[in-house]
Protein backbone atom coordinates (compact mmCIF):
# COMPACT_ATOMS: atom_id res chain seq x y z
CA UNK A 1 0.00 0.00 0.00
CA UNK A 2 0.94 3.31 -1.42
CA UNK A 3 2.12 5.66 1.76
CA UNK A 4 -0.74 8.24 2.83
CA UNK A 5 1.06 12.09 2.35
CA UNK A 6 -0.91 15.07 3.04
CA UNK A 7 -1.99 17.08 -0.17
CA UNK A 8 -2.88 20.61 0.12
CA UNK A 9 -5.69 20.51 -2.55
CA UNK A 10 -7.32 23.81 -2.45
CA UNK A 11 -6.41 27.68 -1.58
CA UNK A 12 -8.41 30.21 0.14
CA UNK A 13 -7.68 34.18 1.13
CA UNK A 14 -8.81 37.48 2.28
CA UNK A 15 -6.92 40.79 2.63
CA UNK A 16 -8.51 43.57 4.02
CA UNK A 17 -9.87 46.85 1.61
CA UNK A 18 -7.79 49.67 2.91
CA UNK A 19 -4.21 50.01 1.64
CA UNK A 20 -1.90 51.99 3.88
CA UNK A 21 1.04 53.17 1.41
CA UNK A 22 3.99 54.16 2.07
CA UNK A 23 3.88 57.91 1.11
CA UNK A 24 1.24 57.79 3.68
CA UNK A 25 3.29 56.44 6.44
CA UNK A 26 5.53 58.69 5.89
CA UNK A 27 3.20 61.44 7.13
CA UNK A 28 2.93 59.72 10.17
CA UNK A 29 6.65 58.75 10.96
CA UNK A 30 9.64 59.99 10.13
CA UNK A 31 10.44 57.70 6.94
CA UNK A 32 10.14 57.56 3.33
CA UNK A 33 8.83 55.63 0.04
CA UNK A 34 12.88 55.06 -0.79
CA UNK A 35 13.96 54.10 2.43
CA UNK A 36 11.10 51.76 3.39
CA UNK A 37 11.33 49.84 -0.51
CA UNK A 38 15.41 49.91 -0.32
CA UNK A 39 15.35 48.25 3.12
CA UNK A 40 12.54 45.92 2.70
CA UNK A 41 11.12 46.10 -0.51
CA UNK A 42 7.39 46.81 0.88
CA UNK A 43 5.37 49.73 -1.04
CA UNK A 44 2.42 49.50 0.74
CA UNK A 45 0.18 46.83 3.30
CA UNK A 46 -3.42 46.19 4.17
CA UNK A 47 -4.72 47.40 7.47
CA UNK A 48 -8.64 46.46 8.55
CA UNK A 49 -9.59 49.39 10.06
CA UNK A 50 -12.97 48.69 11.13
CA UNK A 51 -13.68 48.81 15.17
CA UNK A 52 -14.88 45.73 16.80
CA UNK A 53 -13.31 43.31 14.04
CA UNK A 54 -10.71 41.06 14.70
CA UNK A 55 -8.45 38.50 13.19
CA UNK A 56 -11.00 36.01 13.00
CA UNK A 57 -12.92 38.18 10.50
CA UNK A 58 -10.19 37.89 7.76
CA UNK A 59 -10.05 34.26 8.83
CA UNK A 60 -13.37 33.78 8.21
CA UNK A 61 -13.57 34.89 4.91
CA UNK A 62 -10.48 33.41 3.80
CA UNK A 63 -12.03 29.79 5.00
CA UNK A 64 -15.30 30.58 3.19
CA UNK A 65 -13.29 31.51 -0.04
CA UNK A 66 -11.41 28.28 0.47
CA UNK A 67 -14.76 25.99 0.74
CA UNK A 68 -15.91 27.79 -2.31
CA UNK A 69 -12.73 27.29 -4.40
CA UNK A 70 -13.00 23.48 -3.36
CA UNK A 71 -16.92 22.85 -3.37
CA UNK A 72 -16.36 21.73 0.02
CA UNK A 73 -19.24 20.97 2.21
CA UNK A 74 -18.06 22.53 5.84
CA UNK A 75 -19.55 19.75 7.71
CA UNK A 76 -17.43 17.51 5.80
CA UNK A 77 -14.46 18.65 7.49
CA UNK A 78 -13.07 17.50 10.28
CA UNK A 79 -10.34 19.45 11.47
CA UNK A 80 -9.16 23.11 11.59
CA UNK A 81 -6.09 24.72 12.96
CA UNK A 82 -5.34 28.07 12.67
CA UNK A 83 -1.73 29.77 13.13
CA UNK A 84 -1.83 33.59 14.68
CA UNK A 85 -0.28 35.96 17.39
CA UNK A 86 -3.22 38.10 17.04
CA UNK A 87 -6.23 35.63 18.37
CA UNK A 88 -9.18 37.74 19.04
CA UNK A 89 -9.50 36.65 22.99
CA UNK A 90 -6.58 34.94 25.22
CA UNK A 91 -9.33 32.59 25.10
CA UNK A 92 -11.30 31.01 23.53
CA UNK A 93 -8.96 29.81 20.97
CA UNK A 94 -9.63 32.13 17.45
CA UNK A 95 -10.23 28.37 15.77
CA UNK A 96 -13.11 28.04 17.53
CA UNK A 97 -14.49 31.15 16.51
CA UNK A 98 -13.38 30.64 12.80
CA UNK A 99 -15.01 27.16 12.96
CA UNK A 100 -18.07 28.21 14.46
CA UNK A 101 -18.97 30.75 12.01
CA UNK A 102 -18.26 28.59 8.71
CA UNK A 103 -20.66 26.20 10.04
CA UNK A 104 -17.76 23.27 11.11
CA UNK A 105 -19.73 22.48 14.07
CA UNK A 106 -17.94 20.29 16.74
CA UNK A 107 -14.74 18.99 15.20
CA UNK A 108 -11.21 19.48 16.72
CA UNK A 109 -10.06 23.16 16.26
CA UNK A 110 -7.45 25.04 17.91
CA UNK A 111 -4.55 27.90 17.24
CA UNK A 112 -0.62 27.32 17.49
CA UNK A 113 1.60 30.42 18.07
CA UNK A 114 4.92 30.82 16.63
CA UNK A 115 5.18 33.75 14.89
CA UNK A 116 6.17 34.10 11.55
CA UNK A 117 6.62 30.88 11.42
CA UNK A 118 3.25 30.06 12.58
CA UNK A 119 1.41 28.82 9.41
CA UNK A 120 4.68 25.96 8.34
CA UNK A 121 4.39 24.74 12.06
CA UNK A 122 0.29 24.54 11.92
CA UNK A 123 0.50 22.57 8.28
CA UNK A 124 3.34 20.26 9.45
CA UNK A 125 0.62 19.32 12.75
CA UNK A 126 -2.22 18.90 10.60
CA UNK A 127 -0.54 17.13 8.24
CA UNK A 128 -0.18 14.46 10.90
CA UNK A 129 -3.74 14.13 11.75
CA UNK A 130 -3.94 13.30 7.79
CA UNK A 131 -1.32 10.86 7.50
CA UNK A 132 -2.39 8.72 10.47
CA UNK A 133 -5.38 8.45 8.56
CA UNK A 134 -7.60 10.01 11.82
CA UNK A 135 -8.76 12.83 9.53
CA UNK A 136 -9.70 13.22 6.17
CA UNK A 137 -10.17 17.00 5.69
CA UNK A 138 -8.14 19.49 7.72
CA UNK A 139 -8.11 22.92 7.19
CA UNK A 140 -4.90 25.54 7.78
CA UNK A 141 -5.51 28.82 8.62
CA UNK A 142 -2.81 31.65 8.96
CA UNK A 143 -3.97 35.06 9.89
CA UNK A 144 -2.87 37.84 11.65
CA UNK A 145 -3.78 41.54 12.18
CA UNK A 146 -1.03 43.00 13.21
CA UNK A 147 -2.32 46.24 12.73
CA UNK A 148 -3.65 46.37 16.58
CA UNK A 149 -0.79 45.40 18.34
CA UNK A 150 2.11 48.13 16.32
CA UNK A 151 2.75 51.10 17.17
CA UNK A 152 2.55 53.64 14.54
CA UNK A 153 5.38 56.16 16.17
CA UNK A 154 7.83 53.38 15.97
CA UNK A 155 9.44 53.28 12.30
CA UNK A 156 11.30 50.25 12.91
CA UNK A 157 8.28 48.01 13.16
CA UNK A 158 5.36 49.73 11.58
CA UNK A 159 6.86 50.10 8.21
CA UNK A 160 6.67 46.36 7.57
CA UNK A 161 3.75 44.75 9.14
CA UNK A 162 0.36 44.60 7.20
CA UNK A 163 -2.84 42.47 8.09
CA UNK A 164 -4.26 39.51 5.97
CA UNK A 165 -5.16 35.72 5.98
CA UNK A 166 -5.00 32.49 3.85
CA UNK A 167 -6.02 29.14 4.03
CA UNK A 168 -5.56 26.10 2.48
CA UNK A 169 -7.16 22.31 2.46
CA UNK A 170 -4.85 19.42 3.46
CA UNK A 171 -6.42 15.91 2.35
CA UNK A 172 -4.77 12.43 2.09
CA UNK A 173 -2.78 11.78 -0.72
CA UNK A 174 -1.44 7.99 -1.88
CA UNK A 175 -0.32 9.57 -5.59
CA UNK A 176 3.15 10.83 -4.36
CA UNK A 177 1.63 14.16 -3.73
CA UNK A 178 1.93 16.18 -0.77
CA UNK A 179 3.97 17.02 2.19
CA UNK A 180 7.36 15.33 1.83
CA UNK A 181 9.47 16.29 4.46
CA UNK A 182 10.25 19.38 7.08
CA UNK A 183 12.54 20.85 9.32
CA UNK A 184 11.20 23.25 12.62
CA UNK A 185 13.33 24.65 14.57
CA UNK A 186 13.59 27.23 17.58
CA UNK A 187 15.31 29.17 19.77
CA UNK A 188 13.88 30.68 23.19
CA UNK A 189 17.06 32.67 23.33
CA UNK A 190 15.57 35.15 20.58
CA UNK A 191 12.67 36.54 22.83
CA UNK A 192 14.79 39.56 23.69
CA UNK A 193 15.29 40.97 20.32
CA UNK A 194 11.49 40.26 19.30
CA UNK A 195 8.54 40.14 21.45
CA UNK A 196 5.35 41.67 23.15
CA UNK A 197 5.98 42.52 26.74
CA UNK A 198 2.61 43.26 27.87
CA UNK A 199 -0.64 41.26 27.85
CA UNK A 200 0.45 37.87 28.52
CA UNK A 201 0.78 36.24 32.40
CA UNK A 202 4.14 37.53 33.20
CA UNK A 203 3.13 40.92 32.25
CA UNK A 204 -0.29 41.46 32.81
CA UNK A 205 -1.91 44.61 30.83
CA UNK A 206 -1.33 47.67 33.67
CA UNK A 207 -1.74 51.50 33.08
CA UNK A 208 2.26 51.56 34.07
CA UNK A 209 3.02 49.13 30.60
CA UNK A 210 0.18 50.52 29.07
CA UNK A 211 2.07 53.93 28.78
CA UNK A 212 5.24 52.63 28.46
CA UNK A 213 3.64 50.79 25.17
CA UNK A 214 4.67 47.53 26.19
CA UNK A 215 1.51 46.12 24.55
CA UNK A 216 3.02 46.82 21.24
CA UNK A 217 5.59 44.50 19.26
CA UNK A 218 9.62 45.47 20.08
CA UNK A 219 12.26 44.48 17.51
CA UNK A 220 15.64 45.44 17.87
CA UNK A 221 15.88 44.55 13.88
CA UNK A 222 19.48 44.27 12.95
CA UNK A 223 19.87 41.20 15.09
CA UNK A 224 16.81 39.70 14.26
CA UNK A 225 17.98 40.59 10.53
CA UNK A 226 21.09 38.82 10.55
CA UNK A 227 19.72 35.69 12.41
CA UNK A 228 16.86 35.27 10.05
CA UNK A 229 19.28 35.60 7.16
CA UNK A 230 21.55 32.76 7.91
CA UNK A 231 19.02 30.45 9.20
CA UNK A 232 16.13 30.84 6.96
CA UNK A 233 18.51 30.27 3.88
CA UNK A 234 20.41 27.55 5.58
CA UNK A 235 17.70 25.03 6.42
CA UNK A 236 16.09 25.78 2.41
CA UNK A 237 19.41 24.45 1.73
CA UNK A 238 19.29 21.50 4.35
CA UNK A 239 16.06 20.62 2.80
CA UNK A 240 17.08 20.25 -0.40
CA UNK A 241 20.48 17.93 0.27
CA UNK A 242 18.31 15.74 2.96
CA UNK A 243 15.70 15.03 -0.32
CA UNK A 244 18.19 15.15 -3.03
CA UNK A 245 16.70 18.10 -4.58
CA UNK A 246 18.92 20.57 -7.01
CA UNK A 247 18.36 23.81 -8.30
CA UNK A 248 16.89 22.96 -11.30
CA UNK A 249 14.20 20.16 -8.91
CA UNK A 250 12.69 23.43 -7.68
CA UNK A 251 10.11 25.19 -9.28
CA UNK A 252 9.27 27.36 -6.54
CA UNK A 253 10.77 28.76 -3.25
CA UNK A 254 8.06 29.96 -0.92
CA UNK A 255 9.75 32.16 1.49
CA UNK A 256 7.89 33.91 4.31
CA UNK A 257 7.19 37.83 3.41
CA UNK A 258 9.30 39.61 6.10
CA UNK A 259 12.10 41.60 3.81
CA UNK A 260 13.13 41.21 0.90
CA UNK A 261 17.20 40.87 1.14
CA UNK A 262 16.17 38.16 3.63
CA UNK A 263 14.52 36.14 0.90
CA UNK A 264 17.18 36.52 -1.87
CA UNK A 265 19.70 35.44 0.81
CA UNK A 266 17.51 31.89 0.68
CA UNK A 267 17.30 32.46 -3.21
CA UNK A 268 21.24 32.76 -3.61
CA UNK A 269 21.71 29.76 -1.42
CA UNK A 270 19.50 27.60 -2.95
CA UNK A 271 20.40 28.57 -6.14
CA UNK A 272 17.32 29.73 -7.24
CA UNK A 273 16.82 32.63 -9.88
CA UNK A 274 14.28 34.89 -8.93
CA UNK A 275 11.66 34.21 -11.41
CA UNK A 276 11.02 31.30 -9.23
CA UNK A 277 10.75 32.89 -5.89
CA UNK A 278 6.91 33.50 -4.62
CA UNK A 279 7.01 37.48 -3.50
CA UNK A 280 4.09 39.36 -2.94
CA UNK A 281 6.03 41.56 -0.02
CA UNK A 282 5.57 44.73 -1.72
CA UNK A 283 1.48 44.78 -1.69
CA UNK A 284 1.18 42.92 1.77
CA UNK A 285 4.19 43.78 3.66
CA UNK A 286 4.29 41.29 6.73
CA UNK A 287 1.11 39.78 7.50
CA UNK A 288 3.19 37.05 10.03
CA UNK A 289 0.75 33.63 9.79
CA UNK A 290 -0.42 34.69 6.73
CA UNK A 291 2.28 35.60 4.21
CA UNK A 292 2.88 31.85 2.80
CA UNK A 293 -0.82 31.33 2.26
CA UNK A 294 -0.78 34.72 0.63
CA UNK A 295 1.77 33.62 -1.80
CA UNK A 296 -0.05 30.14 -2.40
CA UNK A 297 -2.89 32.13 -3.45
CA UNK A 298 -1.54 34.61 -5.32
CA UNK A 299 0.28 32.36 -7.44
CA UNK A 300 -2.15 29.72 -7.27
CA UNK A 301 -2.73 30.10 -11.05
CA UNK A 302 0.93 29.70 -11.94
CA UNK A 303 1.64 26.04 -9.88
CA UNK A 304 1.48 22.78 -11.78
CA UNK A 305 0.56 19.22 -10.76
CA UNK A 306 3.85 17.96 -9.22
CA UNK A 307 5.34 21.18 -8.65
CA UNK A 308 8.64 20.84 -5.80
CA UNK A 309 8.04 23.39 -3.65
CA UNK A 310 10.14 24.49 -0.55
CA UNK A 311 8.29 26.89 1.99
CA UNK A 312 10.28 28.53 4.43
CA UNK A 313 9.74 30.55 7.16
CA UNK A 314 11.60 32.60 10.00
CA UNK A 315 9.72 34.36 13.02
CA UNK A 316 9.83 35.25 16.69
CA UNK A 317 10.82 33.03 19.50
CA UNK A 318 13.33 32.74 17.56
CA UNK A 319 11.39 29.78 15.00
CA UNK A 320 12.22 28.41 11.82
CA UNK A 321 12.02 26.41 9.37
CA UNK A 322 11.64 24.78 6.04
CA UNK A 323 8.98 22.29 3.95
CA UNK A 324 9.41 20.40 0.84
CA UNK A 325 5.70 19.77 -0.93
CA UNK A 326 4.93 18.42 -4.19
CA UNK A 327 1.56 20.33 -5.42
CA UNK A 328 -0.96 18.26 -6.13
CA UNK A 329 -2.94 19.92 -8.93
CA UNK A 330 -3.04 22.37 -11.89
CA UNK A 331 -3.88 26.09 -11.17
Known amino acids: MSRIRAAITGVGSYVPDYVLTNQELSLM ?31 IRAVENLLSKTNTNPREVDMLLCATVTPDYTFPATANIISAAVGMDHILSYDINAACSGFIYALTTAAQFVETGAYKKVVVVGVDKMSSIIDYSDRTTCVIFGDGAGAVLLEPDTEGFGLMDFKLHSDGTGCRY ?40 EVCYQIMQRN ?6 VQWLVPHQANKRIIDAAAERMGLPPERVMLNIHKYGN ?7 LCLSDYEHRLRRGDNLVVAAFGGGFTWGALYLKWKYDG
Open 29 to 59: VDTSDEWITTRTGIKERRILREKGLGSSHMA
Open 287 to 293: TTAATIP
Open 244 to 249: NLRPDD
Open 194 to 233: LHKKAGGSAYPVTMRNFLEQQHFVYQEGQAVFKFAVVNMA
